[in-house]
Antibody, heavy 116, light 106 residues
Framework: VQLQESGPGLVKPSQTLSLTCTVSGDSISSGSYFWSWIRQPAGKGLEWIGR???????NYNPSLKSRVTISVDTSKNQFSLNLSSVTAADTAVYYC?????????WGRGTLVTVSS | SYGLAQPPSVSVSPGQTASITCSGDKLGDKFACWYQQKPGQSPVLVIY???KRPSGIPERFSGSNSGNTATLTISGTQSMDEADYYCQTWDSNTGVFGTGTKVTVL
């Protein structure tokens, strides 16, 4: 199983951060797992952003819920993250991951910098 | 909101045992897992469902979870085990990570 994050590395303040995770070696539509986004600011700890099931059902971190949307495209075997109204505090490495009770497979992560 | 507390750092001599704690309200009633993260790399799952090791993880890694505390134990610690370690659980369908512990092998 491999996951690969993609998207802009630079986003302006107040705009929307958009990332896509492409999955290979597994089918999102199998419905066996959920698909998560996690982020990590430089030098800091991991923060869970949210997850989505193949059905489209989602759960979000309450601290980010008002700004986060996670969606899935089973035809492309991808899932996506949108984070609106970003500020410098949203600068981080963003990871996508496959999970069950744990997160067994992670992407390599992509750095997103919020700056004008 | 639910929180998981870890000691910021743990130091251990090569060959000795390192224990990392993760504290949360009634954590023993939930499943806990542990991730190892080396600089510039993605986290790697080392313990899942409290005590289980994924394929490829050395036997020196073990876990327990009871009461309010989950513990990751590294027996016979090697220099390659120097890394950050994070516990993780789920509370009300929300993922929660611990604050992280830096393990230094002196």
């Amino acid at each position: 199983v491999q996951l690969q994050e993609s998207g802009p590395g630079l986003v302006k303040p107040s705009q929307t951060l958009s990332l896509t995770c492409t999955v290979s070696g597994d089918s999102i539509s199998s419905g066996s797992y959920f698909w998560s986004w996690i982020r990590q600011p430089a030098g800091k700890g991991l923060e869970w952003i949210g997850r989505i099931y193949a059905s489209g059902s989602t759960n979000y971190n309450p601290s980010l819920k008002s700004r986060v949307t996670i969606s899935v495209d089973t035809s492309k075997n991808q899932f996506s993250l949108n984070l609106s109204s970003v500020t410098a505090a949203d600068t981080a490495v963003y990871y996508c991951a496959r999970g069950d009770v744990d997160l067994a497979y992670w992407g390599r992560g992509t750095l997103v910098t919020v700056s004008s | 909101s639910y929180g998981l507390a870890q000691p910021p750092s743990v130091s251990v001599s090569p060959g000795q045992t390192a224990s990392i704690t993760c504290s949360g309200d009634k954590l023993g009633d939930k499943f806990a897992c542990w991730y190892q993260q080396k600089p510039g790399q993605s986290p790697v799952l080392v313990i899942y469902q409290d005590t289980k090791r994924p394929s490829g993880i050395p036997e020196r890694f073990s876990g327990s979870n009871s009461g309010n505390t989950a513990t990751l134990t590294i027996s016979g610690t090697q220099s390659m085990d120097e890394a950050d370690y994070y516990c993780q659980t789920w509370d009300s369908n929300t993922g929660v990570f611990g604050t992280g512990t830096k393990v230094t092998v002196l």
